[in-house]
């Protein structure tokens, strides 16, 4: 399996977050959609394949969810899709180094958010209530357990669980741009996605699935959504934005003679 090294990774994902801060709206909508529906996939496996272990199982159950649950950003790699904490590491990374204007960050931010909830509220309504997958015997138990182990978490540790979701997921992505197979992809991708959710870190694009999962089986409400949002939102964007991209960027790309033309060539355009 072939790879880049840290630099090129750097480089590439500048370029990445560049393709997509430009990408038109016809296109940015549907992958974002697509990105929200992928990860609620990935969290509903999980769901399915732990609700009814026994409770003596312990931590190994949830090493088993956490096992599945990064299907949601295999298929936004190799199949295609927007993710808002993806987007915080490359977008910003492209920003950072002068390829795209602050402006442009913060319309995908905030396009790709709002395409993000409705895929992934499409999953939790249409499987998750209409089918029942999140609402029959231990699956809403597990639903409903997760949902408010969230939601009754405090400000700061949401916040701050949140940076440290992102640290790995904007990682994963980091690091899917220095695989050039899929198989490598894959590989990059699972065990910093398996680590956040072992874990137990917040991440904003999975919680509008399993929160929205408990208010549609009537357990919560847009209050508490709401509540959750505002700091996971944060934590994300902090992980990703200043974790990852700022440091690599200051790392490899701020000081690079070698990408001086690409800058002069962006402030022309």
């Not at 959504?225 to 939102?233: A, C, G, L, S």
């Amino acid at each position: 399996m072939g790879y880049q090294p840290p630099k090129k990774i750097a480089q590439i994902a500048a370029e990445t977050g560049k393709t997509k801060a430009e990408l038109p709206l016809q296109s940015m909508l549907p992958l974002g959609f697509l990105g929200g529906a992928f990860i609620s996939i990935g969290y509903l496996l999980s769901i399915r394949v732990t609700g009814d272990l026994p409770a003596e199982w312990g931590s190994f159950a949830s090493f088993l969810g956490a096992a599945v649950f990064p299907l949601g950003l295999v298929l936004i790699i190799v199949a295609g899709g927007e993710l808002l904490t993806g987007n915080m590491v490359a977008v910003t990374i492209a920003c950072l180094h002068k390829k795209i204007t602050a402006r442009q960050l913060f319309a995908n931010w905030f396009w790709i958010t709002i395409s993000n909830f409705v895929g992934a509220l499409f999953v939790a309504y249409v499987f998750g209530h209409l089918v029942g997958l999140t609402e029959t015997g231990p699956f809403l138990d597990k639903t409903i357990h997760t949902a408010e182990a969230k939601i009754e978490t405090e400000f700061w540790q949401s916040f701050f669980s949140a940076i440290g979701c992102n640290w790995l997921v904007g990682l994963a992505v980091w690091q899917s741009y220095g695989a050039e197979d899929i198989s490598g992809k894959i590989l990059a991708v699972w065990f910093p996605i398996m680590g956040f959710v072992a874990i137990g870190f917040q991440h904003v694009v999975a919680n509008m699935f399993i929160i929205p999962a408990a208010i549609f089986a009537g357990h919560a409400d847009w209050g508490d959504f709401i509540q959750n949002f505002v700091p996971v939102f944060l934590g994300n964007a902090a992980g990703g934005a200043l974790f990852v991209a700022l440091i690599y960027w200051l790392a490899y790309l701020k000081a690079d003679p070698t990408t001086l033309s690409d800058k002069k060539e962006t402030y022309k355009a």
